[in-house]
T-cell receptor, first 114, second 116 residues
Framework: QQQVKQSPQSLIVQKGGISIINCAYE??????FPWYQQFPGKGPALLIA?????SEKKEGRFTISFNKSAKQFSLHIMDSQPGDSATYFC?????????????FGTGTRLTIIP | ETGVTQSPTHLIKTRGQQVTLRCSSQ?????VSWYQQALGQGPQFIFQ???????GRGNFPPRFSGLQFPNYSSELNVNALELDDSALYLC???????????????FGPGTRLTVL
């Protein structure tokens, strides 16, 4: 059972454009939603995260939009740069429940072209 | 501040063998989680250790086992290796306070295991 669905699988965006990656979750008990960035041969690095008590969180060029009723959240990368080319994973977890495993989406390979 | 480190970087084993992967947590962290990442997929949760005790397990068979040591370093052991065990194995450390974990998990670079 895939509890976090991520789309698109791959994305090509022109430099300076906006990259948008979407995720949907099933478990309404999830209360922590991070996005990770992974470069080839490296482990995932935390990019930005949100709790369901807010609808949007912005850190620099990265913004998470969260829709609790629709059980969806998305990552927006403004002014996309070639250095942003990487694989992005959304994830979800329960915090404080004693078993804080992250459930990941399947990933989006983002390519920023000049 | 020291980040999460893993060893070895790469490993090649044959089917039926046993393997041990190692992880050193980020300084100050007391919880470690292990994930398996197959090629082109998202990481899958294997198990988590807190204060040297297993604290949750994903859908992996008992031949996947782990240890956490008093210094919070950790090992992942896999017995009777199968071809499908070929993957990137990631450990992630976090800080739990009074049994309730904080939300941020920091990942190491991973160990690439190839089973032939």
């Amino acid at each position: 059972q895939q509890q976090v669905k991520q789309s698109p699988q791959s994305l090509i965006v022109q430099k300076g454009g906006i990259s948008i990656i979407n995720c949907a979750y099933e478990n309404t008990a999830f209360d922590y939603f991070p996005w990770y960035q992974q470069f080839p041969g490296k482990g995932p690095a935390l990019l930005i995260a949100i709790r369901p008590d807010v609808s949007e969180k912005k850190e620099g060029r990265f913004t998470i939009s969260f829709n609790k009723s629709a059980k969806q959240f998305s990552l927006h990368i403004m002014d996309s740069q070639p250095g942003d080319s990487a694989t992005y994973f959304c994830a979800a977890s329960l915090v404080g429940g004693g078993n804080e495993k992250l459930t990941f989406g399947t990933g989006t390979r983002l390519t920023i072209i000049p | 501040e020291t980040g999460v480190t893993q060893s070895p970087t790469h490993l090649i084993k044959t089917r039926g063998q046993q393997v041990t992967l190692r992880c050193s947590s980020q300084s100050g962290h007391n919880t470690v989680s292990w994930y398996q990442q197959a090629l082109g997929q998202g990481p899958q949760f294997i198990f988590q250790y807190y204060r040297e005790e297993e604290n949750g397990r994903g859908n992996f068979p008992p031949r996947f086992s782990g240890l956490q040591f008093p210094n919070y370093s950790s090992e992942l052991n896999v017995n009777a290796l199968e071809l499908d065990d070929s993957a990137l194995y990631l450990c992630a450390s976090s800080l739990a306070v009074l049994g309730a974990s904080t939300d941020t998990q920091y990942f190491g670079p991973g160990t690439r295991l190839t089973v032939l």
